[in-house]
């Protein structure tokens, strides 16, 4: 009979439920009663199957300029747009703001993108979040009015 190894065994699991953006609680917090990601966390995934012969929606992502500094992804009334950092950023780095018809992004004093939206947004159901390790600024738009948009910005 063989001896069993003595050497320890990697415990797995006890990660399910972080729905891919793994916020602590003080960011969920901070974003006034948003109840947590509500309903983003479908956004990472590919593409869902064509219903009925209805032509497929684009809802893959989309590189945001040709500077590479930002992607866009729509999925029904959600428009998810990632910021990917290198070297890593905190929540410090960070500047938002939120109109119905513009956004500003500014990470570290640089405005990574300042302009009018292809549509308009409800500005109280928009929120952004850091990844975990500050690798990623993801900003989370709703929109006023389903449908797709063409591009992110007009």
Not at 9 to 30: I, L, Y
Not at 53 to 68: C, T, V
Not at 116 to 126: F, G, N, P
Request: proline content about 5%; charged content about 20%.
């Amino acid at each position: 009979p063989r001896a069993a190894s003595s050497a320890p065994q990697p415990q797995m699991g006890g990660m399910g439920g972080m729905g891919g953006f793994g916020m602590d609680m003080g960011m969920q917090q901070s974003m006034g009663g948003m109840g947590g990601m509500g309903g983003m966390g479908g956004m990472m995934g590919g593409k869902g199957g064509g219903g009925g012969g209805a032509p497929e929606k684009d809802d893959s992502e989309k590189a945001g300029d040709a500077s590479g500094k930002w992607h866009w992804q729509q999925k029904g009334e959600e428009i998810q747009v990632r910021f990917p950092q290198d070297p890593a950023i905190t929540k410090k780095d960070i500047s938002v703001k939120f109109k119905r018809t513009s956004l500003t992004v500014s990470i570290k004093g640089e405005t990574v993108m300042d302009g009018l939206l292809e549509s308009t947004v409800e500005v109280d159901e928009c929120t952004w979040c850091l990844a975990p390790g500050g690798v990623e600024l993801q900003v989370m738009l709703t929109k006023q009015k389903e449908g797709e948009w063409g591009s992110l910005m007009a």
